[in-house]
């Protein structure tokens, strides 16, 4: 079974930056993180989640919303099994629970993503 743990959220001012790491294990067949479309979700209580950073497992584009797009950037070590979300000038509009996911991706962030972690709480205040 596909495990991810997410870690580095934390609390920061708007401008910072931080660095959000997924580790992914558990892949069948020894597949790796490479073979899976990837993407980083977002929710704020009483919201729906939101894809923020999707890519495809041929690594194609990116697929970034107009919110995020041009601050955050979304990359992966398939050797590691290790995905990651730089997220530069942040604002107090990204503070969320950030979620990690991998699957099948079809479009943007719409796609079979089945396998979740458990989140990374993000907080940007002044």
């Known amino acids: 079974q596909v495990q991810l743990a997410e870690s580095g959220g934390g609390s920061v001012h708007p401008g910072d930056s931080l660095r959000l790491t997924c580790t992914a294990s558990g892949f069948p067949g020894g597949l790796t993180l490479n073979y899976y479309g990837a993407g980083w979700f977002r929710q704020v209580p009483g919201k729906e989640r939101e894809g923020i950073a999707c890519?495809?497992?041929?690594?194609?584009?990116?697929y970034y919303p107009a919110s995020v797009k041009g601050r955050f950037t979304i990359s992966r070590d398939s050797a590691k099994n290790t995905m990651y979300l730089q997220m530069n000038n942040l604002k107090p509009e990204d503070t969320a629970i950030y979620y990690c996911?991998?699957?099948?991706?079809?479009?943007?962030?719409?796609?079979?993503?089945?396998?979740w972690g458990k989140g990374t709480l993000v907080t940007v205040s002044s």
């Open positions: 890519m495809s497992e041929g690594d194609d584009q990116p």
């Open positions: 996911t991998v699957g099948n991706l079809y479009r943007h962030c719409e796609g079979d993503f089945r396998n």
